[in-house]
């Protein structure tokens, strides 16, 4: 069965960095595209970043040159790395395959507050 496990998350202050961890297991990690979602108080899940199985990226513009996505495909594990945090980045964050079906984890909680 797919299954995601997020940590990493945590209290940060503005301007802070943080780094999320993603373990997949449940299919072949290394052929699928991999992707962090974060859903913030109130409103609806939003994509923030894409690494494909070719090691790709897409990023959303909110994150863009502040956010970097990575991967290994020996260890299954797909990261997040976030610096210059701002209080709008406080969310609960996923990671997801980009295929189906969509077995949502329980994320981890990212606070950016003083």
């Known amino acids: 069965q797919v299954h995601f496990v997020e940590s990493g998350g945590g209290l940060v202050q503005p301007g802070g960095s943080q780094r999320l961890s993603c373990v997949a297991s449940?299919?072949?990690?290394?052929?699928?595209?991999m992707s962090w979602y974060r859903q913030a108080p109130g409103l609806e899940r939003e994509l923030v970043e894409t690494?494909?199985?070719?090691?790709?990226?897409n990023y959303a513009d909110s994150v863009k040159g502040r956010f970097t996505i990575s991967r290994d495909n020996v260890d299954n594990t797909m990261y997040l790395q976030m610096h210059s945090l701002k209080p709008g980045d406080t969310a609960v964050y996923y990671c997801?395959?980009?295929?189906?079906?969509?077995?949502w984890g329980q994320g981890t909680q990212v606070t950016v507050s003083t």
């Open positions: 997801m395959w980009n295929a189906l079906p969509k077995n």
């Open positions: 449940g299919f072949t990690f290394s052929s699928y595209g």
């Open positions: 690494v494909l199985s070719t090691g790709d990226t």
